[in-house]
């Protein structure tokens, strides 16, 4: 059995899957790209036998070849392809943000429970990254007694065309939002946002750098550094302290080299190759789940929890002040 898959855009993270999927992943296949630019839609099956180029999303569900969907346009179209979806009750890979509200993502959620299925995995791919799970298992075994603080670093070179002020949060903690929520295995219960200095080389409307700060149920405190316009490279780290150590990942990698009198290495360009192992494990997973029936990674649910952050977050940005993160009671079908 074979996944035939729709990918609904085929921008940046639509266009690497859809290499992903059509020369590294096991179980799947590209069916159909859809993109309101046709052409782009059309550059991407290039060399894919038996895929069509489409510039409607309701043309490639309706399509009897297609049997699951991956949703990879920008956040704000994801509400009404994951209805479409959740009605067909196939399969779903839902780029993140689920949707960029927690209202919305609850409808989402919402009609989830009334199919009586997990269909929708979301693309929190770091909880894929070798690193990432080796943290994660230190922090759920106690190996190094009771996690107290996550400091994280989130640095790209440098953004998009309409990247907004809010997507600092939106698109861009998001990541962090669900990080933490990982490795604690607890709900984000406040966020804070701290404007400081600002870089000159942001875009107007972008304050960058910013300091999130937030806290989980038990009262583990965390703090992320997102600096979107970094322009040294791509930087994804995070360190913990435990009550017997601290652990360090995501820093730099090798090969370390020397060379005419200097000692160096290179830094990853963006988020492709920093998570290039982790989406194809991540993608891997959701196929094989797939087939099964079920998901293989985080869920609506963790859509929805990061939706609630990230609103509070957008809020704590323009009040400063520290904002309750409210959630609504887990279904049944999460537990
Ligand atoms: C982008 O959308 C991502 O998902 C990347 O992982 C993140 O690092 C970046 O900041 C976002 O814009």
Known sequence: ETLRVAVIGAGRMGADHIQRISKRIHGAEVAAVVDVDLARAQAAIEGIPGAVALADADEALNNGDVNAVLIATPGFLHEDILLKALARDIPILCEKPLTPDAASSWKIVEAEVALGRQRIQVGFMRRFDAEYATLGSIIRNHELGELLMLHHQHRNPSTPEGFTNEMLIN????????????????????????????????????????????????????????????????????????EDGIVSIGGDKGPYTRSSGRWGGNVTPGFEERFGAAYDVEIQSWVDAALKGGIGGPSAWDGYATAACCEAGVEAQKNGEKVAVKLAPKPDLYK
Do not use: M, W
């Not at 903690?173 to 219960?189: L, P």
């Not at 701290?194 to 409307?205: D, F």
């Not at 304050?207 to 989980?216: G, I």
């Open 171 to 242: 698109d861009s903690v998001v990541h962090e939002f669900d990080a933490i929520r990982f490795f604690t295995g607890e709900e984000i219960t406040s966020v804070q946002v701290r404007l400081g200095k600002a870089t000159k080389n942001a875009p107007s409307g972008q304050h960058d750098p910013q300091h999130v700060l937030l806290e989980t149920e038990s009262g583990v405190l965390a703090d992320v550094e997102i600096y979107v316009n970094a322009k040294f490279g791509y930087e994804v780290a995070t360190q913990a302290s435990f």
